[in-house]
């Protein structure tokens, strides 16, 4: 069983920087056909903000388009999201998830908290 741990949250202004990442216990990329980040404000529904497939392109959502930066290290089974230009409205939880080919499911992590200060 593949496990996902988030970290690199935490409480920033509005206008700074964080990286989130996310490690995978095992070769993530090998059974997974995309990895990414979505995130859950309270009261709303879990949203996608960035994602990889296993080809290595990459989908992000038009709010964090020019802002955020998914990346992944494959040697490091490593999935990392740069955050910059952080506003008030980017805070939530962010949640690592993985869609397992062979489960036809997604897996997530536990979550990380990122709290933008205005």
């Known amino acids: 069983q593949v496990q996902l741990v988030e970290s690199g949250g935490g409480l920033v202004q509005s206008g700074g920087s964080l990286r989130l990442s996310c490690v995978a216990s095992?070769?993530?990329?090998?059974?997974?056909?995309?990895v990414g980040w979505y995130r859950q404000a309270p009261g709303n529904l879990r949203e996608m903000v960035a994602q990889?497939?296993?080809?290595?392109?990459?989908t992000h959502a038009d709010s964090v388009k020019g802002r955020f930066t998914i990346s992944r290290d494959t040697a490091k089974n490593t999935v990392y999201l740069q955050m910059n230009s952080l506003k008030p409205e980017d805070t939530a939880v962010y949640y690592c998830g993985a869609f397992r080919t062979g489960l036809g499911r997604w897996v997530w992590g536990q979550g990380t908290q990122v709290t933008v200060s205005s």
């Open positions: 095992g070769n993530i990329f090998s059974l997974a056909a995309a």
């Open positions: 990889v497939t296993s080809s290595g392109s990459t």
